[in-house]
Nanobody
Framework: QLQLVESGGGLVQPGGSLRLSCAAS????????IGWFRQAPGKEREGVSC????????YYADSVKGRFTISRDNAKNTVYLQMNSLKPEDTAVYYC?????????????????WGQGTQVTVSS
């Protein structure tokens, strides 16, 4: 059974950096797209970034473009989200997710597997 486990969240000051990891087990994810979503209190879950199987297709939401970088290490079955220049509005629970369609998309309904989430708090 596929499991996705996020790690790397925490409390950081504005302008700081964090690197989130999404480690998969029970399944080889190299042929599938992985996405990162986030959900702030009282808000809908939104797509932040995604990466296709060969990293040929990468997407960033406008709100994070130029600050976040997604990457994957298929040998480790892991996807990363490097987050720089963090802002208070980046505070949210971050989820990684996988779609068997290998389509880089922000449509939540197309993702079949979700991690449990990791909290990111940006505050001074």
């Amino acid at each position: 059974q596929l499991q996705l486990v996020e790690s790397g969240g925490g409390l950081v000051q504005p302008g700081g950096s964090l690197r989130l990891s999404c480690a998969a087990s029970g399944f080889t994810t190299e042929s599938y797209a992985i996405g990162w979503f986030r959900q702030a209190p009282g808000k809908e879950r939104e797509g932040v970034s995604c990466i296709s199987s060969s990293a040929g297709s990468i997407y960033y939401a406008d709100s994070v473009k130029g600050r976040f970088t997604i990457s994957r290490d298929n040998a480790k079955n892991t996807v990363y989200l490097q987050m720089n220049s963090l802002k208070p509005e980046d505070t949210a629970v971050y989820y990684c997710t996988l779609t068997l369609l290998n389509i880089c998309t922000t449509s939540r309904g197309l993702y079949e597997y979700w991690g449990q989430g990791t909290q990111v708090t940006v505050s001074s």
